[in-house]
């Protein structure tokens, strides 16, 4: 069983979820990170991990933009909320399916028809 915590932070910012089930299950099995996505970091983030039931402290954090690794972008920032998924992804795509002569044989008469 977990104990359930709140997420909050110093700044106006959304996080999801702003409330978290953590559990230590054993020794071999500790959850040892959490991922964070931060848009534009101007200052500084303080982040806080309380317990849910009387908001005792139990963690907290201050993020610097030198601490944060930035995430590799292949498109601009500004055209990223334009795209389709598809576009986003091309070259991860294109790079699995190079070749579908193969399987659009092998379904030609099954599925696929001439209409």
Do not use: C
């Not at 700044?11 to 409330?19: A, D, G, L, R, S």
């Not at 954090?61 to 920032?77: I, M, N, Q």
């Not at 389709?84 to 099954?110: C, I, M, N, P």
Request: hydrophobic share 35%; proline share 4%.
């Amino acid at each position: 069983m977990g104990s359930r915590y709140t997420v909050s932070g110093s700044q106006e910012m959304v996080i999801i979820p702003q409330e978290l089930e953590l559990s230590y299950q054993s020794p071999g099995n500790a959850q040892l990170f959490s991922e964070l996505h931060v848009g534009h970091l101007r200052s500084k983030i303080s982040l806080y991990l309380r317990q849910k039931e009387g908001g005792t402290p139990v963690w907290e954090a201050l993020l610097k933009s030198g601490d944060l690794r930035p995430e590799a972008t292949l498109v601009p920032a500004h055209h990223t909320a334009q795209l389709h998924f598809v576009d986003w992804h091309r070259e991860q795509l294109v790079a699995q399916v190079t070749s579908v002569d193969q399987v659009l044989d092998k379904l030609y008469g099954q599925v696929l028809n001439h209409e």
